[in-house]
Structures are given as structure tokens and as C-alpha cells.
């Protein structure tokens, strides 16, 4: 299982998903917007929490697809 990281700037918090997830809520969008971002994939959860840290964001787990 591999792992992303949704950046989201305004909110100053980073939402850590499972990559593959069958709601379209937890996946990559294509689209680059101006106040976030999508980090991955990540190979483990550790580093994606890592990685979402490094961005000095608060870190969260989805409540949707329950990383």
C-alpha cells in the first residue's frame, strides 16, 4: 500500500490518504491549485507523515479511507 499527502495551505493542514482509495475525495487531483498541493506516492505511512511535517503543516489521517 502506498500513501499521498494532500497539502491544503489556507488551512495550514496536511490530510494523509491511502493512494489507491475508492473514494474520488482521497485521491490526486490532476489540477494544481494556488492553495494546496498532492504529495506522493508515498511508500510508507511513516513517510508521509514525515513528509507532511517537513511542509510544517498540521497532520491528519482521512476519516474516509483510513490510512
Not at 4 to 15: G, L
Not at 29 to 56: F, H, V, Y
Request: hydrophobic residues 30%; glycine residues 6%; charged residues 25%.
Amino acid at each position: 500500500m502506498s500513501f499521498c499527502v494532500n497539502v491544503d495551505k489556507p488551512t495550514k493542514r496536511a490530510t494523509i490518504h491511502t493512494f489507491i482509495s475508492s473514494d474520488p475525495r482521497c485521491q490526486p487531483q490532476d489540477k494544481q491549485a494556488q492553495d494546496g498541493d498532492w504529495l506522493g506516492p508515498i511508500d510508507t505511512k511513516q513517510e508521509a507523515i514525515e513528509a507532511a511535517e517537513e511542509a510544517g503543516l498540521n497532520v491528519h489521517l482521512c476519516g474516509l479511507c483510513n490510512p
